[in-house]
Structure formats: C-alpha cells, structure tokens
C-alpha cells in the first residue's frame, strides 16, 4: 500500500500515542498532510491537531523540513522520495470523541491521530497496531472493526481500510478488557467493557441482542454490517456515545450496568440501554441514510444542514420505542420516558424563540456550546426533534388509518439513501425528507412541517396522543428532582426559577429562567443564595423553605456574586404548569386501543 500507519503507546503515564506514516509516492511539489477539526456526529470544532506535541519528516535517509501552514496542516519539504513522517499525540481525552491513553487503557478515534495525506485520502491505508512494551501490558487486546490483514482476532498487527472516510470510522479500544459475544439476525456482534465492573454480562447479551434484532428487522435483513463491535468505557460518572459505521464508542457509569442479583430494570440500566439502541440506530439513520451537506463530509471545517432533528431527533424518538417494541420495558415505562422528555421541552424558554431547523443549523455554535443562558435561548433538536418524530408518526398512523407509519417512511429513506449509500454516495438532499415522507404517507404534510420545523408553536402532543388512547397531564413540578410523569398534585409549589447546584454554604444557580422569580429579583446565574429570611439555605431544604412561604411573599434573600455578599427582595413566585404526565386513559375507544398497540408492540 503506497499509505501505511504505525501507532503504538508510547508513553502511558504521559498519555503519548507514538504515529509513523509512510508515503510512498509524496506530491513531488511538497506533501500537504491535515488533521480534521472535528468528528463526524459531535457538531463542534474541537482542533484536534492542538494535541500533536511533535512532528518530524525524513526521506532517503535524511531529515525533511516540515512547514506549519495553519491550525490543521503542515507541509513536507519537496521530494520524489518516499517519505516517513513521525509524530506524537497527547491523548487524554476521556471521552468518546477524542484520544486517551493511560496505564489501564487506550482508546482513539482516527480523527485524533491520523493525518490525511492531502490529494491521496481515496487511497488504501494499511494500519499497523503495536502493542505497548513491557510485561505489564501482556494481557493487552485490541478491539476494533477495522479490517484485519495478519493481525489475529483481538490482537495487535495489521489491519487495513479502503480510504481515509474508513479510516477515522472504525475506533479503536486497547487494553486487559472484558469481552462478550452473540449474533443478531445471523450477524456476529462483540460488546466489549473497558473498566472495572460487576456486570451481568448474561443480561447485557440477551437484552442488547433483542435490540439488535428489532432495528435490523425494522429496515430489513441483511443487516448494512458484516460484524458489530459495542465499545464501553466503564467510569464512575458519565454518559455518552458516538456512532460509527460498524461500532459504537460508549462511557457509562459503573452503576447503570446491571449486576446479576438485579431482576427489575433501574433508571440507570434502562437510560444505558436507551443508549445502545440509540447509537445502534444510527448505524441506518446517519452512517447511511444522511445529508446531502455530509455527502462526503468536510472535515476542515463547520458543515450546516437543516436536518439534525431528523437525524438525531428521529433517533432519539427510535432509541426508547425500540425498548418497548422489544418488551424490554412496559407501555408505562415507555410514557414516563415520553413524559420526561416532554417535560424538558416544556421548561425551557428557548423553544419559543428557536425552531427545529435553526437549531439544526446553529449545533456548532449554539448547542455544542451551551452556556447559562442557552435553556432561555435554544431547543434541542435531540429532544424537540424526537417530539416533531413521535407527532409525525401519529399523525401519518391516524390519518392513513394505521395503513402507513413513520417506519414506512424510515424504510423508503432506507431503500433510496441508505442501502447503497458506500458504493454510490448520495445523500438526502434538505427539503427531499419532507417529499418522501409526503409521499410515503400519500397525503402532504406540508402544514405539519411549517409547524414542527419552521415554527416556534408548541407541538399538538396531547391532541394526537389522546387518539391513541393515551390520557395527559400538565402540572407544576414537584420538587427538584422531577423530571415528569403522572402524579397528583393537589396544590402547586414555590419556585425559584432557576436551576440549582449544591455549593458550599448555599445554593448556586447554574441557570437562571426567563420570567422566574430570581431573575424577576435581579439574581443571576452563578449567584450563590446563602439565606432566605435570614435563615441558611442549603439543596437539602431548598423547597422546604421555599414552601413556608405563600405565593406574592416578598423576602429578602442574601447570596455571593464572586466574593461580595449583597441582597435583593425575592418575589415568591407559584411553580408553572411545566411537567407532563402520561398514562393510558381508563376509558378509550377500541379503535384507539388498536392503534396504540400497532405504534407500541413489534411491527
């Protein structure tokens, strides 16, 4: 292969990967090698080339001048000669963009350590992995989907892609980890945990082979994949997952695994779960079936589409539904999920002054860089997309009398986009979505688009879930730690409005909502609230306090902004109606028990 890698841990406790890159036919004028800036399916500029602390060229034996040209390139001196390029990458990154390596473990996606030949990234690469030396690190595996070439299962050697987009798609997990197996639909599938853990490796099989199995029958077999590699980060606190063609990089926290005297499903296990599905989903809905803007991607630089909330809100709607579909929770599990998600939405004032589109449009500035202002100021096209999904989906399951569903559209996404995306590499152009959608649903869905994606109008949520058989609630919160649900409140509470950290000697405000009560006060986020009516406050007696005083009380609360203590007289404002509650209805037609069940059960 005229492109070939060398990698190795270098370095452990220093956190140093250790890159060789042979080019053997260099641009005669002087090679231009790049690094991207950011990682297909986390929409941020993150620069990965800050983290390359040394780089060095050589040809024929001799030392080659190497030129930075900006924050992501350089450029070798001129030569015909093959070309070795050296170079060494600081990867401390504990998450599932970046690069990380310590005594325990490694982790890298390719965006992190590979350069890009310039003029030659259609071209094969060979990848040779190398294990780090010493005893120590003997039991020392790599898990990756990387193609091997002499490289035996699960071990260090040579591996290979067909060019630079395959390259960066397949990460790579390197460590002493635990490893399990199954097949779905016929299709190997390897779940690996990276950490240490109790976890009931039996369930996890069992329970992520059903979701497997659902989402490749939701499409339809074969599955787009040869074989699938789950990669989790075991940690005490965290959360997340990136998407790749054939795997999926995950960090979890220790205790949302599910440990082999658990029966029931905790919150933790089943949000872990709603995880996997979610990440898996993507292995249709964005590897393959994309936007035309990321057809291919230009990884130098931002790529704006209008199509995220299709993208990352259908699959966030998909990810919980697949848990359902599967039996692996109930319909009520399923609604207080729902609830929750509704309830987000509904607390923040942004999804009034933001649509879905823009927020699609604005991910690089705005939602990947949030600040204390953004639940005022942005909506999710995570979740008010997977609510624009769930209304999109009854409305075609209602209006075609259960003939036609969202999966139809999902499907016919799949046969024209997706299937043949690789070898042929069109992507979904931006207003194509909505004429096959449209189409599937034969009837136009225009109205409901200028609505769901070009309004600030809330959804008709609970007009179309009450079709379904489905009762809804709208109330004030009860307490700080509810997220949404069914409950009765007799009486509504007192709020601050604002969300709020624990903080040494009070209560920090980390958020301050338009409207509520301490910005109405003239409080701001960062503030620490030290005494309400000159008694201490805490985040254990918060509401308690809050709730001694009835709603249009004026008192006077004293707080730190930096290190000066001031006061200001604090309005006591009512809780809003701002949580959803869902349950199935006691009384409903037949006809609507019908359609529940074709939208909750297996299709």
């Given at each position: 292969?005229?492109?070939?890698y060398?990698?190795?841990?270098?370095?452990?406790?220093?956190?140093?990967?250790?890159?060789?890159l042979s080019?053997a036919?260099?641009?005669p004028e002087?090679?231009v090698l790049w690094?991207p800036?950011?990682?297909?399916?986390?929409?941020?500029?993150?620069?990965f080339?800050?983290?390359i602390?040394?780089?060095s060229?050589?040809?024929?034996g001799?030392?080659l001048?190497?030129?930075?040209?900006d924050k992501?390139?350089?450029?070798?001196?001129?030569?015909?000669?093959?070309v070795?390029?050296?170079?060494?990458?600081?990867a401390?990154?504990?998450?599932?963009?970046?690069a990380y390596?310590?005594?325990?473990?490694?982790?890298?996606?390719?965006?992190?350590?590979?350069?890009?030949?310039?003029?030659?990234?259609?071209?094969?690469?060979?990848?040779e992995?190398?294990?780090?030396a010493?005893?120590?690190?003997?039991?020392?595996?790599?898990?990756?989907t990387?193609?091997?070439?002499?490289a035996?299962a699960?071990g260090?050697?040579?591996?290979?892609?067909?060019?630079?987009?395959?390259?960066?798609?397949?990460p790579?997990?390197?460590?002493?980890?635990?490893?399990?197996?199954?097949?779905?639909?016929g299709?190997?599938?390897?779940?690996?945990?990276?950490?240490?853990q109790?976890?009931?490796?039996?369930?996890?099989?069992?329970d992520l082979?059903?979701?497997?199995?659902?989402?490749?029958?939701?499409?339809g077999?074969?599955?787009p994949?040869?074989?699938y590699?789950?990669?989790?980060?075991?940690?005490?606190?965290?959360?997340?997952?990136?998407?790749?063609?054939?795997?999926?990089?995950?960090?979890?926290?220790?205790?949302?695994?599910?440990?082999?005297?658990?029966?029931?499903?905790?919150?933790?296990?089943?949000q872990?779960?709603?995880?996997?599905?979610?990440?898996?989903?993507?292995s249709?809905?964005?590897k393959?079936i994309?936007p035309?803007?990321y057809?291919?991607?230009?990884?130098?630089?931002?790529?704006?589409?209008?199509l995220?909330?299709?993208?990352?809100?259908?699959?966030?709607?998909?990810?919980?539904?697949?848990?359902v579909?599967t039996?692996l929770i109930?319909?009520?599990?399923?609604?207080?999920?729902?609830?929750q998600?509704?309830?987000?939405?509904?607390?923040?004032?942004?999804?009034?002054?933001?649509n879905?589109?823009?927020?699609?449009?604005?991910?690089?500035?705005k939602y990947?860089?949030?600040?204390?202002?953004?639940?005022?100021?942005?909506?999710?096209y995570?979740?008010?997309?997977?609510?624009?999904?769930?209304?999109l989906?009854?409305?075609?399951?209602?209006?075609?009398?259960?003939?036609?569903s969202?999966?139809?559209?999902?499907?016919a996404?799949?046969?024209?986009?997706?299937?043949?995306f690789?070898?042929?590499g069109?992507?979904?152009?931006?207003?194509?979505?909505?004429?096959?959608a449209?189409?599937?649903?034969?009837?136009?869905?225009t109205?409901?688009?200028?609505r769901?994606?070009?309004?600030?109008d809330?959804?008709?949520?609970?007009?179309l879930?009450?079709a379904?058989?489905?009762?809804?609630q709208?109330?004030?919160i009860?307490?700080?730690?509810?997220k949404?649900?069914?409950?009765?409140?007799?009486?509504?509470?007192?709020?601050?409005?604002?969300?709020?950290?624990?903080?040494a000697?009070?209560v920090?405000?980390?958020?301050?909502?338009?409207?509520?009560a301490?910005q109405?006060?003239g409080?701001?986020?960062?503030?620490?609230?030290?005494?309400?009516d000159?008694?201490?406050?805490?985040?254990?007696n918060?509401d308690?306090?809050?709730?001694?005083?009835?709603?249009?009380?004026?008192?006077?609360?004293?707080?730190?902004?930096r290190?000066?203590?001031?006061?200001?007289?604090?309005?006591?404002?009512?809780?809003?109606?701002?949580?959803?509650g869902?349950?199935?209805?006691?009384a409903?037609?037949?006809?609507a028990?019908?359609?529940r069940?074709?939208?909750?059960e297996?299709?």
């Amino acid at each position: 292969m005229k492109l070939h890698y060398r990698i190795q841990p270098a370095d452990l406790a220093a956190h140093y990967f250790d890159i060789e890159l042979s080019i053997a036919k260099p641009d005669p004028e002087g090679q231009v090698l790049w690094l991207p800036v950011w990682i297909p399916g986390s929409y941020l500029v993150r620069e990965f080339a800050r983290n390359i602390v040394a780089i060095s060229a050589e040809a024929g034996g001799k030392a080659l001048a190497v030129t930075k040209l900006d924050k992501h390139r350089w450029q070798l001196a001129a030569t015909r000669k093959a070309v070795t390029v050296r170079y060494r990458v600081y990867a401390f990154d504990l998450s599932v963009r970046g690069a990380y390596l310590d005594e325990q473990r490694g982790f890298f996606n390719g965006t992190s350590v590979f350069l890009a030949v310039a003029g030659q990234e259609d071209q094969p690469v060979g990848v040779e992995l190398v294990a780090p030396a010493g005893k120590a690190y003997r039991d020392w595996e790599v898990a990756t989907t990387l193609e091997r070439l002499d490289a035996k299962a699960w071990g260090f050697g040579g591996y290979r892609a067909t060019n630079y987009d395959e390259l960066i798609d397949h990460p790579v997990e390197l460590g002493a980890f635990t490893r399990v197996s199954f097949k779905a639909c016929g299709v190997p599938h390897d779940f690996v945990l990276a950490g240490r853990q109790r976890a009931d490796l039996k369930r996890l099989k069992r329970d992520l082979k059903q979701i497997c199995e659902y989402q490749i029958r939701l499409f339809g077999e074969p599955a787009p994949f040869e074989r699938y590699l789950f990669l989790t980060a075991v940690v005490g606190d965290g959360y997340g997952g990136l998407e790749h063609r054939a795997s999926t990089a995950l960090i979890a926290s220790r205790d949302d695994l599910p440990l082999t005297h658990e029966t029931g499903m905790k919150a933790g296990y089943r949000q872990y779960l709603g995880l996997c599905s979610h990440e898996y989903f993507h292995s249709w809905n964005v590897k393959r079936i994309k936007p035309a803007a990321y057809a291919p991607y230009d990884l130098t630089q931002e790529n704006y589409t209008r199509l995220l909330w299709a993208f990352e809100g259908i699959t966030s709607y998909y990810d919980d539904l697949t848990l359902v579909r599967t039996g692996l929770i109930s319909q009520q599990e399923y609604l207080d999920l729902l609830a929750q998600t509704m309830s987000q939405v509904q607390r923040g004032a942004g999804r009034l002054k933001q649509n879905l589109e823009e927020a699609s449009l604005d991910a690089w500035v705005k939602y990947y860089r949030q600040d204390e202002n953004s639940p005022n100021a942005i909506v999710s096209y995570y979740t008010k997309g997977a609510l624009a999904a769930l209304c999109l989906d009854l409305t075609i399951r209602q209006r075609s009398e259960g003939a036609r569903s969202l999966d139809d559209v999902m499907r016919a996404l799949w046969q024209r986009y997706g299937r043949d995306f690789y070898p042929h590499g069109a992507g979904v152009p931006e207003m194509a979505w909505e004429r096959i959608a449209s189409e599937v649903a034969g009837f136009d869905l225009t109205t409901f688009f200028d609505r769901a994606l070009r309004s600030t109008d809330d959804l008709p949520l609970a007009e179309l879930l009450s079709a379904f058989g489905i009762e809804s609630q709208l109330r004030p919160i009860a307490g700080g730690g509810d997220k949404g649900g069914w409950k009765d409140v007799t009486a509504p509470g007192n709020a601050l409005g604002a969300r709020v950290a624990p903080e040494a000697g009070g209560v920090k405000l980390t958020h301050v909502f338009d409207g509520g009560a301490v910005q109405a006060a003239g409080f701001a986020a960062g503030d620490v609230l030290v005494a309400l009516d000159g008694l201490r406050l805490s985040s254990g007696n918060l509401d308690t306090v809050l709730a001694a005083w009835p709603a249009g009380s004026v008192v006077t609360v004293h707080a730190f902004r930096r290190d000066e203590l001031f006061s200001r007289n604090l309005k006591i404002h009512p809780s809003v109606a701002d949580t959803w509650g869902l349950r199935p209805a006691a009384a409903t037609t037949t006809s609507a028990k019908t359609q529940r069940q074709r939208w909750l059960e297996p299709s």
